[in-house]
């Protein structure tokens, strides 16, 4: 097959040289209304066209690869007290996989087990280029499977306004749960 980036005959949909040229995470970090911290591995615009294949068979193998690039490899860096869960926000499968899904099992390490199924929104009205005053007034209503772990990390595929993860946020801390920070692929405000 070739590299969906340079052309060149690879085994993956990436190749390495691109991986390594393009998929470089730069972290960055903002604070939630809330004062909780999310941490954004790429610039949306960065990696926009390959976000944009999520609801697409080939979105499982880049997502895959975004996952491997950077949510593995900050699990592998990452070390706490004792064990936290990450869980996805609303890890629907769309198209037989869930993108946040593949980013939450990509921390999967000593410090950190993925729980899946965990926070569902009941609204599905997509969010994807409206308005803050629009995200406002259609809310996820969010809800919370029971699980044990006290303390998590809550995981995204990309963060704009904020509004999705403070609504995350807020449905955790109504089960008693406490939210650690938030990881997203991409930060759309940069």
Do not use: W
Not at 74 to 87: C, H, I, L, P, W
Not at 162 to 182: D, I, R, W
């Amino acid at each position: 097959m070739k590299c969906l980036m340079c052309e060149s005959l690879s085994f993956t949909h990436i190749c390495s040289s691109c991986e390594e040229l393009f998929l470089k995470p730069t972290l960055s970090k903002r604070k939630l209304s809330n004062g909780i911290q999310v941490i954004s591995f790429y610039k949306y615009r960065e990696i926009k066209e390959l976000l944009h294949t999520k609801h697409t068979d080939l979105g499982y193998y880049i997502y895959n690869i975004l996952a491997q690039n950077s949510f593995k490899k900050f699990a592998e860096e990452f070390s706490y007290s004792n064990m936290v869960s990450s869980v996805a926000v609303d890890d629907k499968p769309n198209n037989l996989y869930s993108h946040t899904a593949i980013l939450s099992k990509a921390l999967q390490s000593p410090f950190i087990e993925p729980i899946h199924a965990a926070l569902r929104a009941q609204n599905s009205v997509s969010y994807s280029g409206k308005s803050l005053e629009f995200r406002l007034l259609n809310p996820r209503e969010f809800r919370v499977k029971k699980f044990d772990a006290k303390e998590l990390i809550l995981v995204d595929d990309i963060i704009t306004t904020g509004s999705t993860l403070s609504q995350a946020v807020e449905a955790m801390h109504k089960e008693n749960k406490e939210v650690l920070f938030c990881l997203t692929l991409a930060d759309a405000i940069l």
